[in-house]
């Protein structure tokens, strides 16, 4: 019997170890890739310094269009937001661009006024895509605290990769597999790190905007303002329009430039009740430059 059981867990550690490595090697192509925004920031070597990011959750991924405002000012910017995210997530992203080498004169930072006010903080739904960088210092800690469950899957992926690799198979594996073939495919953005919804062509309908007051509280946004302090970053914050609301701040910083498109736009300017249309992105990326430009 103990011969049998002695056996037994020799298997055991033995396809463990497999495990652990072929999703090692896994984590490790998805890493080289540009498959998700994470990975595209670190291996985007076309440049370093940027006159400018949009950084934000898909808000900012559809509603300003990088190529325009590039060829408006004769800029270089890129987008690194990231969709189905909040403002702990675009911390994380701002660190990760410049952990990956990269520099940014100015940062446009898109908010979801309902994030702004929040107070609690957690993992989101995409923040995944940093699995393949668990071993940095920044992400492994990110992981650890904003994971409230007891078993924290993405922190443990850092001793075990299996472990994240296991639970996020369909998000990790075949991406994975799908950039052995391409490692410049992306997951649903261009080449600077837009991404757009079609134009769906809703009924136009008259619109009675309704004043919604909002008081900065989520702590995460002043991460990000003394971010951009100690890195000499001029912060710019964008509002992008909502369907029916006219949305107002008021405890912004002083000296922030605040850009507030919250009721810019018609109805058949939206793709639903917080993201523009393709004709609502170029509309709202125009209007967006010739603001700056006063």
């Known amino acids: 019997m103990k011969l049998f059981l002695s056996k037994i867990f020799v298997y055991f550690i033995g396809i463990f170890f497999l495990l652990n490595l072929i999703s090692f090697l896994i984590l490790e192509n998805l890493s080289n890739s540009e498959f998700y925004k994470p990975q595209f920031i670190k291996n985007y070597n076309e440049r370093s310094e940027f006159d400018y990011v949009v950084l934000g959750s898909s808000l900012g991924l559809t509603t300003l269009n990088t190529k325009e405002i590039d060829k408006y000012f004769n800029y270089s910017g890129l987008n690194i937001s ?31 006024y309902e994030d702004t006010s929040n107070t609690t903080y957690q993992l989101n739904n995409n923040d995944y895509r940093f699995l393949t960088e668990a071993n940095s210092k920044y992400i492994s800690e990110y992981f650890y605290q904003m994971d409230s469950n007891y078993f924290k899957k993405l922190y443990l992926s850092k001793f075990f990769p299996v472990i994240g690799v296991s639970y996020y198979n369909y998000e990790v594996f075949f991406p994975s597999i799908l950039t052995i073939f391409n490692k410049k495919k992306h ?38 303002y003394n971010f951009c302090k100690k890195n000499n970053i001029e912060l710019i914050v964008y509002q992008s329009p909502v369907f029916g609301k006219k949305i107002v701040y008021d405890n912004l910083p002083k000296g922030v430039q605040f850009v507030n498109h919250s009721d810019l736009v018609e109805s058949d300017l939206f793709y639903d009740n917080i993201h523009v249309n393709s004709k609502g992105r170029t ?6 430059c010739k603001e700056l430009s006063k």
């Open 82 to 112: 990231m969709d189905d995210s909040y403002l702990n997530s675009h911390y994380l992203m701002l660190q990760h661009f410049y952990e990956s080498n990269k520099k940014t004169k100015k940062l446009i930072l898109c908010l979801n």
């Open 187 to 224: 997951n649903k953005f261009d080449d600077k790190g837009n991404f757009l919804y079609p134009n769906n062509n809703p009924e136009k309908v008259n619109v009675n905007y309704k004043l919604e007051k909002v008081k900065v509280k989520n702590i995460y946004f002043g991460k990000i």
């Open 283 to 288: 509309f709202c990326t125009l209007a967006f």
